[in-house]
T-cell receptor, first 113, second 111 residues
Framework: AQSVTQPDIHITVSEGASLELRCNYS??????LFWYVQSPGQGLQLLLK??????LVQGIKGFEAEFKRSQSSFNLRKPSVHWSDAAEYFC???????????FGTGTRLKVLA | NAGVTQTPKFQVLKTGQSMTLQCAQD?????MSWYRQDPGMGLRLIHY???????DQGEVPNGYNVSRSTTEDFPLRLLSAAPSQTSVYFC??????????FGPGTRLTVL
């Protein structure tokens, strides 16, 4: 069955430290890949997406993600975390053209001052 | 543009009651969807629509109905509410397989 795994439920980092959030997917073919962020009490906002081409994708707020086909991964990174990055992060996939998105269970990020 | 709007923001129902969660978008997106968000389970797709008059089931459709008579609106109906439907519901829209724009959510409690 198609699935998305975010193995880290909670992550705590100090402000200014680097960040990597993991995402692995199980799919028959390369899906479209997305990272969304959800601030408390809010809806989700797209950080970045990958459809094809360059495997290193730049997004908003200084985030980037790298698609690794051999590892079925799409990990999110940021070189220096800001206190305002504290939120919940969701990885999502879509088999192209099906409109059926599958979300991971999320990683909640806490940032220490 | 207002983007994606959802009403109500909060709702408390008794078991067996019915209600409709409203969702509207003003971006002329053909694709709209409903998700529920439960702690530790991420977002799960309930129903989706690829255009007016076209709907399909997602991962967790039981207990919910949808219809899409216009491009702008995509209401979600709970026919007979159950405590298991206590959740936060999000509506989203997009132009094809692309960025989904999410509404602010409806927090539903079923007693």
């Amino acid at each position: 069955a198609q699935s998305v795994t975010q193995p880290d439920i909670h992550i705590t980092v100090s402000e200014g430290a680097s960040l990597e959030l993991r995402c692995n997917y199980s799919y028959g073919a390369t899906p479209y890949l997305f990272w969304y962020v959800q601030s408390p009490g809010q809806g989700l906002q797209l950080l970045l997406k990958y459809f094809s081409g360059d495997t290193l994708v730049q997004g908003i707020k200084g985030f980037e993600a790298e698609f690794k086909r051999s590892q079925s991964s799409f990990n999110l990174r940021k070189p220096s975390v800001h206190w305002s990055d504290a939120a919940e992060y969701f990885c999502a996939v879509e088999h192209p053209g099906t409109y059926k998105y599958i979300f991971g269970t999320g990683t909640r990020l806490k940032v220490l001052a | 543009n207002a983007g994606v709007t959802q009403t109500p923001k909060f709702q408390v129902l008794k078991t067996g009651q019915s209600m409709t969660l409203q969702c509207a978008q003003d971006m002329n997106h053909e694709y709209m969807s409903w998700y529920r968000q439960d702690p530790g389970m991420g977002l799960r797709l309930i129903h989706y629509s690829v255009g007016a008059g076209i709907t399909d089931q997602g991962e967790v459709p039981n207990g919910y109905n949808v219809s899409r008579s216009t491009t702008e609106d995509f209401p979600l109906r709970l026919l007979s509410a159950a405590p298991s439907q206590t959740s936060v519901y999000f509506c989203a829209s997009s132009s094809g397989s692309d960025t989904q724009y999410f509404g602010p959510g409806t927090r539903l409690t079923v007693l």
